[in-house]
């Protein structure tokens, strides 16, 4: 059984870091998609953050790109989100996700990871 732990939410003043953290037990990852998507209050969840295990160059959402940085650290099998310069627009539930394969990484925000987190909140105060 796939368990992704999210850690490193919180409160913060627009302008403000924080790093998200997903550590995923029970699967090492290898050759997979990972990220991080996040849902504000009465929004759909979009996609935020994206990282192919096998190569490639992370993929960013216009409203994050310059902001974000997702990372992976394979020697504690964890995934960040590193967030810059937050807005209150930022504000919302961050989700971890994971694909056994290339799934959303390849095909687009669209399709279903595998695996989910249980969700970690950012608050970004004005």
């Known amino acids: 059984q796939v368990q992704l732990v999210e850690s490193g939410g919180g409160s913060v003043q627009a302008g403000g870091s924080l790093r998200l953290s997903c550590a995923p037990s029970g699967y090492t990852y290898s050759n997979n998609c990972w990220g991080w998507f996040r849902q504000a209050p009465g929004k759909e969840r979009e996609g935020v953050a994206r990282i192919y295990t096998g190569g490639g160059i992370p993929y960013y959402a216009d409203s994050v790109k310059g902001r974000f940085d997702i990372s992976l650290d394979s020697a504690k099998n964890t995934v960040y989100l590193q967030m810059n310069s937050l807005k209150p627009e930022d504000t919302a539930m961050y989700y971890c996700?994971?694909?056994?394969?290339?799934?959303?990484?390849?095909?687009?925000?669209?399709?279903?990871?595998?695996?989910w987190g249980q969700g970690t909140q950012v608050t970004v105060s004005s």
């Open positions: 996700a994971a694909d056994r394969l290339a799934g959303f990484c390849s095909l687009g925000w669209a399709y279903p990871p595998d695996y």
